[in-house]
């Protein structure tokens, strides 16, 4: 029902309009299809449309320099600075658009699954498919604790219609994201796309988390039947979803996590998976997952069958489903377990150099969690017209608030504490480079990852990797002994020693900024040969 201003909306200056609070997804569905051109696709899920901004808009996000967070912050590229003027006339700008609404949205939830270090979220916008999205992402509080909610540890104000005034005459965006951390909260605007929101939840986590000693992480999480838990890394388009998705172990989470000491607890409520190219046979439990409540982001449907095509990118690469983690056959809930058993990296690397498999020692691990690898693809982006190599501190920089060294001194004490086995794990090409090799076979990457689970690969013996000092394993179940070794799979193994050579000089130059942070024994963990 629409409630009116006791709901707290009118302390942050918002006037007048009618409020939608936690509403059902069934009124949101109801108000998505009346106002924002939504539409039901066969399943039940809403099919939505972000608009001109189809994925988040890093350059146009900021960090309000104030008294309070001006020291511990990481700034630079991914933290660019803002004035306190500067966003106090944002903020202006986002409450006068809320006001002028005929209604807005408000969703209450928590950040993290962990009652001792959960974070209250209050989710403010003027779009229906705006609010669904938030409920299937934010954990969803019982009824009582709704009614004694109280006040929010992060408010977020998402005027994303409203395209932002230009601050400065040398710019031409019409968009701003901007977090204040010390007033904790968040303000968007002109930009419609929904991932924004749970990115600055994250980002904020990625600041409070640390400074109650609890390591925030990019990541998925699953539990094995023996009660291990593995802890995924990777970027946009490495498997952290589809691998993490295991009908043999439980979901814990496919994105973002934190490890307290007293084990890993999901951060989200929800999943939010990239679903380009989606197929049944291969990942069912996502394909299952999209159903009545899920919300399809920018995913192109048949206007008379309602059935959505997976494979079409017109729109976007960037086509997402968003759904609660309840939609996932036998998830863990509540979404929270004991120390990880295994850690992996994924790395999707369209060079067809790296290793399918390898076993890191800690100083590798470390050097390889601030190295953050991946590749982007041909195709995938405007102007990228052949593999390049992407790093990205953590496997997450763009949602880091302090320095990356500070993450990874807390993970590197927590595998010394536990005893976690740390992996690299290449999902990307073999036999060659991107357009010439092939895309390593998922039945076969699934296979490496049950090796791992099941400590096959424990007892086999490893060569170490001549260029990187990776310890190969020699054999694994499920995969051709020749595929474990990349050079093997070239046609011109020279060609392949050039390819790995220029690799390396990548990551040499890449880890040059930590230089000074580092310990010399994980300076050294890198690639052997330049």
Request: net charge negative; proline share 6%.
């Amino acid at each position: 029902m629409a409630i009116g201003l006791e709901t707290h909306v009118e302390e942050i200056d918002i006037e007048h309009p009618r409020v939608l609070r936690n509403a059902a997804p069934g009124r949101l569905y109801e108000r998505a299809l009346a106002h924002e051109g939504a539409a039901i696709l066969a399943g039940g899920a809403l099919a939505t449309f972000s608009g001109e901004k189809t994925g988040r808009s890093p350059q146009d996000k900021r960090i309000v320099r104030s008294e309070g967070s001006a020291d511990d912050v990481w700034w630079g590229s991914v933290n660019i600075p803002a004035t306190e003027a500067e966003y106090l006339a944002r903020r202006r700008e986002a409450t006068e658009f809320l006001s002028a609404r005929a209604g807005i949205y408000v969703v209450d939830g928590y950040a993290g699954w962990d009652p001792e270090h959960r974070v209250k979220v209050r989710v403010i916008c003027a779009r229906a498919y705006h609010a669904l999205f938030m409920q299937n992402l934010l954990i969803r509080p019982t009824r009582d604790e709704l009614e004694n909610f109280g006040e929010p540890d992060l408010l977020i104000l998402n005027a994303g219609d409203r395209p932002a005034s230009p601050l400065d005459p040398a710019s031409s965006s019409r968009t701003a994201v901007l977090l204040h951390l010390d007033r904790r909260e968040m303000v968007i605007l002109g930009t419609n796309y929904a991932g924004e929101m749970k990115k600055g939840v994250f980002t904020a986590m990625n600041y409070w988390m640390p400074r109650r000693d609890v390591l925030s992480m990019h990541c998925s999480a699953n539990l094995g039947e023996a009660g291990d838990v593995s802890l995924f890394f990777g970027l946009s388009g490495t498997g952290k979803t589809t691998l993490s998705s295991d009908p043999r172990r439980r979901l814990i989470g496919d994105d973002e996590h934190a490890w307290s000491d007293r084990g890993v607890f999901n951060i989200e409520g929800g999943c939010y998976a990239k679903c380009i190219g989606l197929r049944e046979s291969l990942e069912p439990q996502i394909h299952r997952a999209i159903r009545f409540g899920s919300v399809l982001e920018n995913v192109v449907f048949d206007p008379e069958t309602r059935v959505p095509d997976f494979d079409d990118g017109s729109i976007t690469e960037n086509t997402r489903a968003c759904y609660p983690i309840e939609h996932i056959d036998d998830a863990l809930i509540p979404c929270a377990s004991g120390h990880p058993s295994n850690i992996l990296f994924l790395a999707c690397d369209a060079f067809g150099v790296l290793p399918p498999v390898s076993r890191l020692t800690p100083a590798q691990a470390l050097y390889h969690f601030l190295s953050g690898y991946t590749a982007k693809v041909a195709g995938t982006e405007v102007g990228v017209s052949e593999p390049q190599a992407t790093f990205s501190a953590c496997f997450g920089a763009a949602f880091l608030v302090l320095h990356p060294v500070r993450y990874a001194e807390m993970l590197a004490g927590r595998i010394a504490a536990h005893g976690a086995a740390t992996w690299l794990v290449n999902t990307g090409w073999t036999g060659g480079p991107h357009g010439v090799g092939k895309r390593m076979n998922l039945d076969e990457t699934r296979a490496i990852i049950d090796a791992i689970h099941s400590g096959a690969l424990d007892q086999v013996a490893t060569v170490e990797d001549p260029i990187f000092g990776l310890n190969v394993p020699t054999a694994c179940p499920g995969v051709p002994a020749r595929k474990l070794m990349p050079r093997n799979t070239w046609s011109d193994p020279d060609e392949y020693d050039r390819a790995a050579l220029r690799l390396s000089r990548r990551f040499r130059d890449n880890f040059l900024q930590y230089q000074d942070q580092a310990p010399e024994v994980v300076r050294r963990a890198g690639p052997r040969i330049w």
